[in-house]
Structure formats: C-alpha cells, structure tokens
C-alpha cells in the first residue's frame, strides 16, 4: 500500500520507515501537518497515519482537511498524549484505529493487514458492482441456433451506423430487445433510448407526443413541452408497431426523419434533431404497403435494414438454454434450484409457441410458481394448464395418437369430467371412450 507516516520526531520516521519498507509497503514521510498536505496533493495514499501533537498544523487538523477534500485515505492516529476527547473526535472523523506510543511493530503490522485486506475486498466490490451494472443493462438475445446466431451478428453489424432499422418477426420474438441491444451496441449508447408505440396513442396526440408544443398551442397545452424526437436528440428513437401509425402521420414522420428537423406544434422554428430510428411491425409491412394503409416511400425509407426475428418454433434448439435462462432469473421461493426433467424440456421444445419466447417465459415463471418438487416433471405440466391455454397451438412433433390422447383430455376438462357428454362431442360411443381411456392408463375416476 502506499503510506503516508506523519510524525515530528526524526527517529521514529527513520524507523518506521525502514520497518513499513520492510513490510512491503511503499513509505513517504511527512515532519509537519503542512509537509503531510503537500504529499497528498502530489499522490494518493491508501493509508495516513498520524501523529495528533506536531508544530504548525496538528494531526487533528491535519485529518480534518482529508475529510474536507473528499479523499479516502483510511487514517490511523499514532499518539504519545491519548485523550478521551481526541479519541472521540478521531472515532468521530472516521478513524480506523487509535494507537498509542510507544506503538508496538507487530500490533501496527496486524493492523496494516486488515486495512489492506478491507481494501482488497472493497475494489472486488466495485468491480463487481461494474460488472453487474453493464450486464443488467446488456439487452442480450439468447439463443445459439443459426439464425438467432445470425441476427446477433446483423445486430452487432448495423449498431455502428445512423440508418433506420426495421425490424419485424410474431409477437414475443424480441423485436424490443433487439431494438435495445442496437442502441446499447451503438455510439449512442449513453444518450436515451425512447420508446413509442404507435399502436397505443390516440391520432391527436400522437403529433404532440413525437413534436413536442409550444404552451397554449391547443386546449390543454399548459406548459411547452418537448416532443419525443428531441427528447431522444443524439440517441434512438423506437417506433413500435409502426404498421398501426395512421397515414397522415406517416409523412410528417418521414420528413422530420428526412431532414433531421422537427417543429413544435404552435411554433415557427424548426430544432435540429439527430434521431435513429428503429422501428418494430409485427405484420408484414411490404402487406400494409400493397393494401395502402402505409406510404411506401417511407417503407423504402425505413427498410434501408432488416432485421428477421425468427419464430420460436423455427429455432428449437434455443428453447433448452432459454428454459435454463429463465429458471436463473425467476428463482423460485420455495424450492432450491428448482429443475424441470429433461421429457419437460423435450415438449417444450416440440412446442409450436405461438407467443414465441414472451409465452415460453410466461410458461416457466407459471412452472416456478406452481411447482411443489423438484425435477418438475411431465404430467405437472398438464395440471398447471400449461401449454394448453392458447389453444391454437398444435405442438410439432407429436404421434397422431399424442394428440388423439391430449384432444379427448381437453374435451374431458371442458366437460368438468362429464364422460357422456365428452363423448357426444368426439362422436365417439361412450364405450370408446372409456377403452381409449383404459388404453392410456387411465381408470375410470381418474
Ligand atoms: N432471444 C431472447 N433471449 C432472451 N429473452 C428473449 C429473447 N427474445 C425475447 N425475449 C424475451 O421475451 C419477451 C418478449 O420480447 P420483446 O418484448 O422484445 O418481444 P417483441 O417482439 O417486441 O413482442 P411484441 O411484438 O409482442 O411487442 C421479453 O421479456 C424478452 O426479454
Ligand atoms: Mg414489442
């Protein structure tokens, strides 16, 4: 550590100096409060320790000034005149310890190491703190099938530039997400990363909320407020479901994209503004331009890039890592390390999800909330009705007579166990039934 010994007499600083030295630690000495002041403007200690009785500038004044200026030396007193009130004051200062002469080397060198270890164990603190900071802002797409690999790569590839980006795939593929890990990949990373969803405002709004107003622009414009282009200015700006932006928008939207310049409702001037745009569709965009319902130049000037989120179902081989990543964030209350069998990840993964990896998410925080053991496994999905919400799922993969067995089920559930019923529905006699009953092992009360 670097130290900083402050003491009037000369002999004690030569020892010290030579036995610290000889510890390991790099030494300066100061003779006087004033000298003690200019060392620590030439460099930075990790520890000070400080005679309190010296000519000129005492050591309480002396540790006064280091608490003054904001530094973080730890600071250990080493007195010949121990006073009540002098400890109090140094405990008050933040002291470290409070050590009388004559100072023992080896009750000094004790000392010294648990300062260094508390040090050691502060930075690995706030490295660590670092690190998890940046990895919960890292919007990261998980998956390691090739065309997830893929749109990583694209991600990483487009980041760097100013076009806009469109991105499309089905709801829940991570259009949003990807949205975020362009602009954290980007310059921009440290300026804002604004969101609108066009599908969700009302049409008269929607032109404040993207240009900002002037006060008194219409009823109800108090105050002057700033529009969401200028609130994003030198950052990204995300427009969700830009299929839902109503036409006449649509060209002041590309204007204003155009000529990086946007007005103020009420107002004459026009602000420059340096926006990316990112936009979102969960439709087929070039679809809405061929039915009229968006502009096509501003398609073609949104397409510059795009980006394919692929389908879950497309990508099986993500749902397993998925899965794990899911079950690490969503640690259940109840059970240690809750697991699900691998028959559970291997349906799961035969598993159309129309609502993509949103669903699959929402499938296992419903797997962690009902589950009562660990490894969860394949028929605990059925009673937490998992995968049969939705309905129009039909899970790839499955014998005709799995699917046969999981329809009648369903049927059954309906009924509320009504086997006749259940059975007028299937246009099956009620003798059928219970032999494909009995055929899947189950009795009749079951
Ligand atoms: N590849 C992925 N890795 C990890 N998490 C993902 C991935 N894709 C999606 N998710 C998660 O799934 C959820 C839905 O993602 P997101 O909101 O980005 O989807 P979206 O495409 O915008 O859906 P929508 O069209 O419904 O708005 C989020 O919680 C997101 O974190
Ligand atoms: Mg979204």
Redesign the pocket.
Known sequence: MNLLFVDDETHLRDLMERELSDLGHAVTLAANGDEALRSMDAKAFDVVILDLRMPGLDGMGVFRRIRSRGEDPEVLVLTGHATTESAIEALRLGAWDYLTKPCRLDELKVVLERIEAFHTLKQENRTLKRDRARYQRQP????ESAP?RAVREQITKVAQGDAPILLQ?E????????ARAIHEQSTRRDRAFVVLDCGQISDSLLESELYGHEQGAFTGAVHAREGIFEAAHRGTLFL?EIADLPVHLQSKLLRAVETGEVRRLGSTTLRKVDVRIVC?T?GNLAEAVSCGRFREDFYYRLQGVEIL?PPLRDRPEDVPL?IQ?FLRRYPSPRLKNLDVDPSVVACLAAWNWPGN??EL?NVVQRIVLLADRTPVQLHDLAQFGVLESGGSASPRGRSLADMERAHILRILRETHGSKSQAAEFLGISLKTLYNKLTSYGLSAPD
């Open positions: 990261i797409l998980l998956g997830l795939g709801t829940g593929t991570g259009k949003e997400l990807a969700d979102a969960r989120l998925l990543e990896v949103r998410e």
